[in-house]
């Protein structure tokens, strides 16, 4: 098929004003230490989505399948992968890295079967890099499948590859790339071409590509401010993970399982969290946190010691919540549990105690308080009035023994001596 330079031109201005919708706009992996693979037209897919009708421009690997590997490669109906790179722009090349991966044994008989889009025919070849110099070499060593000609739109490409039998266990770089109306043949795996692209993948020989699983973050959320907030991290990997923690107030961390001591509401917010571990794929997740303000410190005041049935509670009144008090032994009547220094009716002989507690949400500050009311003691009497005739004369007090409590006797007016002053005495 013979395309129309002009077509082309007119409709790559269309692109660049703002047409095409379907160019990933995040950056992505380069290919370094890779040579990075050049085209005339970026990116392969114009003016629409892949594999539009109406596209002029659908030149590009649109599926990659293996068979028979330990790890397959599954990577169908991707369409076109140009992506724009810091500082050189639209290119069109993707490096799968760790989304797709392939892993065999040396000396396996592993089958490709690569798909290209629906517009053009373009030739298609295969490298993989299996002395690890960094470079894709055209000899057959290396150019491990191709296309005799081109392939028609939209067709496969099928071959299969034996791994050399004595490849060493480790990681290698293979590269599928098509090129519109070049043999498959002789494409070159850094040349530029004129309409195409390249996709890029990691095959593992005698091992396979780390995962990390399996990953969760928590927190120790709800809690009151003044506390501990504690992030968490559980996971499943089989290498030694990097973790990268970012929230509120210019949170980060690169812990595990990262703390704030003394944490407040302005730590409340969504807590991000990055975990890589080398050629596996990154796990980001996020956990919120919620720090409630804590209530103003309670304080129920001093314990009391009483004879009467009635008292005054003394606790302090807050700014940062709402308080209540609650009778916890003892026995009583809390006439407003609300007020701070409200009212007790009935209260209870012996030792009765009260809580003081002020709640801001889930957060709670409590205070306690005893109020000991003793026994009435017995009523007392003194016995019958006496008349002494002769000074120096001694008579003994006729007062009742008490059942409750200690009598104790004393001079009110007059003189004389008292003995054994409690209970009965001698005068």
Not at 38 to 54: E, I, K, R, T
Not at 56 to 64: E, Y
Not at 312 to 333: D, F, H, K, R, Y
Not at 360 to 389: D, K
């Amino acid at each position: 098929m013979i395309k129309k330079v002009g077509v082309q031109f007119i409709l790559a201005l269309v692109f660049l004003f703002g047409i095409n919708t379907c160019l990933i706009a995040q950056p992505g992996n380069l290919p370094a230490p890779y040579c990075m693979p050049l085209y005339g037209q970026s990116p392969c897919n114009q003016p629409g989505p892949s594999n539009m009708p109406g596209n002029f421009l659908n030149d590009f690997i649109h599926s990659v399948l293996t068979f028979s590997g330990n790890v397959d490669i599954n990577n169908p109906n991707t369409g076109c992968n140009a992506q724009i790179f810091p500082s050189i722009g639209i290119k069109n090349y993707i490096y799968h890295k760790c989304q797709h991966n392939l892993s065999v044994s040396a000396g396996q008989v592993v089958s490709f079967s690569i798909q290209i889009g629906n517009i053009n025919p373009q030739g298609v070849a295969a490298f993989i890099d299996w002395n690890n110099d960094n470079i894709f070499s055209t000899a057959p060593t290396e150019k491990i499948g191709w296309s005799t000609g081109t392939v028609p739109a939209g067709g496969w490409l099928t071959f299969t590859t034996t791994i050399p039998p004595a490849q060493t266990n480790g990681t290698y770089r293979l590269r599928v790339r098509c090129a519109f109306g070049i043999s498959g043949a002789t494409i070159d795996p850094c040349n530029n071409y004129s309409c195409g692209e390249v996709e890029d993948y990691d095959v593992y020989v005698g091992t396979t590509s780390p995962v990390i699983s399996n990953v969760v973050a928590s927190s120790n959320s709800t809690l009151c401010s003044g506390n501990t907030l504690s992030l968490n991290l559980t996971y499943t990997s089989q290498c030694s993970p990097s973790y990268t923690w970012a929230g509120p107030n210019s949170f980060v961390s690169n812990s595990q399982n990262p703390t704030i001591v003394n944490a407040q509401p302005l730590h409340s917010g969504n807590y991000s969290l990055t975990v890589t571990c080398g050629t596996a794929c990154p796990v980001s997740l996020t956990t919120s946190v919620t720090v409630v303000q804590g209530p103003t410190p309670a304080n129920a005041g001093g314990n009391q010691c009483i004879c009467a049935t009635t008292a005054t509670l003394n606790g302090n009144i807050p700014s940062i919540g709402t308080g209540s008090w609650t009778l916890l032994s003892g026995s009583a009547i809390i006439i407003t549990p609300t007020l701070a220094n409200t009212a007790l009716f009935s209260v209870g002989v012996g030792t009765n105690i009260f809580a003081w507690t002020i709640t801001n949400g889930t957060c709670v500050s409590s205070s306690t308080v005893a109020i000991i009311r003793g026994m009435p003691p017995s009523v007392s009497v003194a016995g019958p009035n006496q008349t002494l005739t002769c000074s120096g004369n001694t008579t003994t007090m006729q007062a009742n023994a008490p059942a409750i409590g200690i009598g104790t006797w004393s001079l009110i007016s007059g003189s004389g001596i008292l003995y054994h002053l409690i209970h009965q005495a001698q005068l």
